[in-house]
C-alpha cells in the first residue's frame, strides 16, 4: 500500500503535489492520503525513509521547498520528478502539466496580488480562492477538501491540454482573413478552444467549423461595433435549410451547437463562409 502525506487543511499546491502522483505516476494510482500537522512526518518517521510512503509539501523531504526560498513549490518538485521516472532516466514533457505546476508555483508565492486589479471579483473564481472556500466549508475534513481539489485539477488539465492544443493549430492552421470589422482567423478543427484563445490573441472574428458534425460557430469581439445581422440574413439565403442562430448580442453567429443537437447543419464550405464575413 502507498501513501501520500500532506499536511491539515491542504492548499493547491498540496493538492496538485498529491493530484499529480496518484493520477500520472504508475502504480500510485490506488495510494491513500495522510494528512499531518504543517512540517511534520507520518508517525514522526525520518522523511523520505520508506519509499512507499511519500511526504509531499510538508516533513522537509525530497517533494517539500520549505527548506528554503527558492522560487519552487511542491507541485512543481514532483513535476520535475515524473519528467525523469516516467520515462526511465529520459526528460519525458506534458506541456500542460508544466504550464500547471507553473501556474500553482505563482499562487503558492502569493503572486496573485501582483496581478491587475487583484481585488476585483474575477478572481474569486480562481482555483486558489475556490479551494480557500472549500476550507472555510470543510474545516475538519481534509480529504473532502483534496477530493474537491482533484476535480478541479482534472478540469484545468483538460481545459489545458485544449488551450495548448488550440495555440498549436492557430500557428499552424489557421486561415487569417480581413473581415468588415478587422482581422478574421478560420478553423476546420474539432478543438472549440481555438475560439476564445484566438480572440484573447486579438482576432476580432473567429470562425470554426466542426469537420465531423459540420457546424459553424463564428464569434465577434465583445464590446465592439460588430453586427453579424447582414452575414446572418446572407447564410439564409445561401442555404435556406440549415438552422441559423443570431445571439441578440449580434456577436455570435451558430450553425448548431451542443446546446441544441436538433440544429441541421450547413453545406456551406468554410471559405464560403469566410468571404460571406469579408464583405
Known sequence: MFTIVTHKTPDLDAICAAWLIKRFLPNWQEAEL?????????????????????HVDTGSGKLDHHQSDADTCAAKKVYEYLQTE??????????????IVEVVNFFDH?????????????????AVAIIDGFKVLYPENDQQIVDYGFAILD????????????????????????????????????????????????YQVVVRKDPHKKYIRIKGMPETVIDFTGAYETLKKLDP???????????????????????????????????????
Request: proline share 4%.
Open 34 to 54: 495522510a494528512y499531518v500537522a504543517a512540517g511534520k512526518t507520518l508517525r514522526n518517521e525520518l522523511v523520505d525513509s520508506n519509499a512507499h510512503v511519500w
Open 110 to 126: 502569493f503572486k496573485e496580488v501582483t496581478l491587475p486589479n487583484p481585488n476585483a471579483d474575477i478572481h474569486v473564481f480562481q
Open 155 to 202: 478540469a484545468i488539465y483538460k481545459v489545458m491540454q485544449e488551450k495548448v492544443w488550440a495555440e498549436k493549430i492557430i500557428e499552424t492552421d489557421g486561415i487569417q482573413f480581413a473581415s468588415g470589422w478587422g482581422k478574421g482567423i478560420a478553423f476546420e478543427t474539432l478543438n472549440d478552444s481555438v475560439l476564445k484563445v484566438s480572440q484573447k490573441m486579438g
Open 241 to 279: 435549410e440549415a438552422t441559423w442562430y443570431l445571439h441578440p448580442s449580434k456577436k455570435i453567429l451558430l450553425n448548431g451547437t451542443t446546446k441544441n443537437p436538433d440544429m441541421r447543419p450547413t453545406k456551406l464550405t468554410l471559405n464560403e463562409i469566410i468571404e460571406v464575413l469579408k464583405k
Open 86 to 99: 516516467i520515462s526511465h532516466g529520459q526528460i519525458w514533457e506534458d506541456e500542460a502539466l508544466a504550464r
